[in-house]
């Protein structure tokens, strides 16, 4: 059995000209958030490079470059983080306002460096030689949450794994279930 495809237009003129038309470009999947925030972090990182001067080559960037760039990314914080000499140091939800800065928050920065180590790799640079995942970095960072931390008297704690129950009698392992089900029989 023999069948044919036939495109057929709308349009009268169109009729007969559909195998001289290119074809319709890819539709990508639209960018996840995160992917779409990558994006625009490395586009913003790489604008901050060209407006250095003299201005920065990526190839030329090292973790110097990437710590004057969070330390600029400072005046746009929104986490207020109290100085030693203000009377609402280490406290978590001061009663009224004071004059100490507005910073970035340290997870906004720890996620910002993870996307930005990423990027540099997808745009060809190698794991050696990244400067986002340089030891200077994780220090700086490391400083950041526990200044922060003290500043704000919130203890940052690593998030526990939640233990998975069994949804019968709470029982954490279906051996139990099995072993207490033949003692009884």
């Known amino acids: ?3 044919s495809l036939t495109i057929m237009s709308k349009n009268p003129t169109e009729a007969g000209s559909a195998s001289n038309q290119p074809p319709p ?12 925030q990558k994006r625009r972090d490395w586009n913003t990182f790489g604008q901050y490079l060209k407006n250095q001067r003299p201005p920065v080559s990526l190839s ?11 330390r600029y990314l400072d005046q746009f914080g929104k986490t207020k983080v109290h100085l030693h000499g203000c009377v609402f140091f280490g ?7 004071c004059t ?4 970035q928050a340290w997870g906004s920065l720890d996620a910002l460096i993870g996307r930005l180590r990423a990027a540099y790799e997808e745009h060809g640079g190698s794991p050696e ?7 200077a970095i994780r220090v700086y960072l490391r400083e950041v949450k526990e200044c922060q931390s003290k500043a704000r008297g919130i203890p940052y704690k690593k998030k526990k ?6 949804p019968l009698k709470g029982a954490r392992h279906d051996h139990e279930l099995i072993r207490n089900s033949k003692m009884s029989v």
């Open 1 to 3: 059995m023999n069948s």
């Open 25 to 36: 470009p890819p539709t990508s999947a639209p960018l996840s958030r995160y992917e779409s």
């Open 60 to 70: 030329q960037c090292n973790c110097n470059h990437v710590l004057e760039f969070l």
């Open 91 to 97: 406290q978590p939800d001061p009663p009224g306002p």
């Open 100 to 103: 100490c800065p507005l910073r």
């Open 129 to 135: 030689s990244n400067p986002f995942g340089n030891g």
């Open 161 to 166: 794994k939640k233990k998975i129950m069994h």
